[in-house]
Nanobody, 120 residues
Framework: QVQLVESGGGLVQTGGSLRLSCAASGRAFKTYAVGWFRQTPGKDREYVGSVSWSGGDKFYSDAVKGRFTISRDNAKNTAYLQMNSLKLEDTAVYYC?????????????WGQGTQVTVSS
């Protein structure tokens, strides 16, 4: 079992940057893909991007491609979401999740989320 805790959210102006962290418990973390998702009130949870267990394969949604970067440090049991050039529409609660595979993933474990608010 994996427990995930997101951190790093906050208030930032448009064009600014934030880095979210996803800290995991459990030695199995290094074998799992990690995904990032976001959700705003009244909307479905939206896929942001994901990274394979090794960090070698990364995928992004069109909405964030070129602005967000996912990375991970398996020695620290932590994944990151670097968000640059933030837009108002990036405001959401951001979640990380893990899956045994990055292709056709099944996101089994989720964190509690961290709020990101982008203001003009």
């Amino acid at each position: 079992q994996v427990q995930l805790v997101e951190s790093g959210g906050g208030l930032v102006q448009t064009g600014g940057s934030l880095r979210l962290s996803c800290a995991a418990s459990g030695r199995a973390f290094k074998t799992y893909a990690v995904g990032w998702f976001r959700q705003t009130p009244g909307k479905d949870r939206e896929y942001v991007g994901s990274v394979s267990w090794s960090g070698g394969d990364k995928f992004y949604s069109d909405a964030v491609k070129g602005r967000f970067t996912i990375s991970r440090d398996n020695a620290k049991n932590t994944a990151y979401l670097q968000m640059n050039s933030l837009k108002l529409e990036d405001t959401a609660v951001y979640y990380c999740a893990t899956s045994e595979t990055v292709v056709a993933p099944s996101w089994d474990y989720w964190g509690q989320g961290t709020q990101v608010t982008v203001s003009s």
